[in-house]
């Protein structure tokens, strides 16, 4: 049974910094990709920040130069380091594991609330 399980998420003041953690466990295909999603209320789902298994790396325009995706490959894990975070980064955020197999399949972890406000 494959497990995600995110944690970090809280209530932070504009300009402050969170920091996201997904570990997964019991993936048994190689990872193509890891990556951050977020929706708030009302909005769609969107990219936040994504790496591929070779390392390279995408965010989406709103945080790029605020966020770093990084991984620990030894412990299954995906990090969000969120900087100078603002309002609108208020959202619930997703970490997914993209796995390699046919078809690809995606996993997602339960959710974690970031809010960001005075």
């Known amino acids: 049974q494959v497990q995600l399980v995110e944690s970090g998420g809280g209530l932070v003041q504009p300009g402050g910094s969170l920091r996201l953690s997904c570990a997964a466990s019991?993936?048994?295909?190689?990872?193509?990709?890891m990556g951050w999603y977020r929706q708030a209320p009302g909005k769609q789902r969107e990219l936040v920040a994504r790496i591929t298994s070779s390392g390279n790396t995408d965010y989406g325009d709103s945080v790029k130069g605020r966020f770093t995706i990084s991984r620990d490959n030894a412990k299954n894990t995906v990090y969000l380091q969120m900087n100078s975070l603002k309002p609108d980064d208020t959202a619930v955020y997703y970490c997914n594991f993209r796995v390699r197999r046919l078809p690809t399949y995606d996993y997602w972890g339960q959710g974690t609330q970031v809010t960001v406000s005075s």
């Open positions: 019991g993936i048994v295909f190689s990872v193509n990709a």
